[in-house]
């Protein structure tokens, strides 16, 4: 399907895009070959294949779940001003 002239300037109007007048020529080359792909892969054989919900459809590798620190709650809360019960207190800022 090749494109005119008068088909990229009715889309660059549709969309709302300035196009120079001498950009026109390679903006119609550029929209033709990509269209001409289109219906090139529109006419690859696909029966019998699954659509996928990603390209790769692979599985992220995961780490194992397992504690790698220590518990530091007593060491990080002896220079706090105030704590109660393992947690810090803070004074009200909203009335």
């Not at 070959?33 to 696909?46: A, H, P």
């Not at 992220?60 to 518990?71: F, G, I, K």
Request: charged fraction near 30%.
């Amino acid at each position: 399907m090749a494109l005119e002239r008068s088909d990229v300037e009715k889309v660059a109007h549709l969309a709302r895009l300035k196009i120079e007048d001498n950009d026109i020529p390679e903006y119609t080359r550029d929209l033709t070959s990509i269209l001409e792909l289109v219906n090139q892969m529109q006419s690859v054989d696909i029966d019998g294949t699954d659509p996928l919900a990603h390209p790769l459809d692979a599985t992220q590798r995961l780490r194992h779940d397992e504690v790698t620190e220590s518990n530091q709650r007593e060491h990080f809360q002896q220079n706090a001003p105030a704590k109660e019960a393992g947690l810090f207190l803070v004074p009200k800022v909203i009335e």
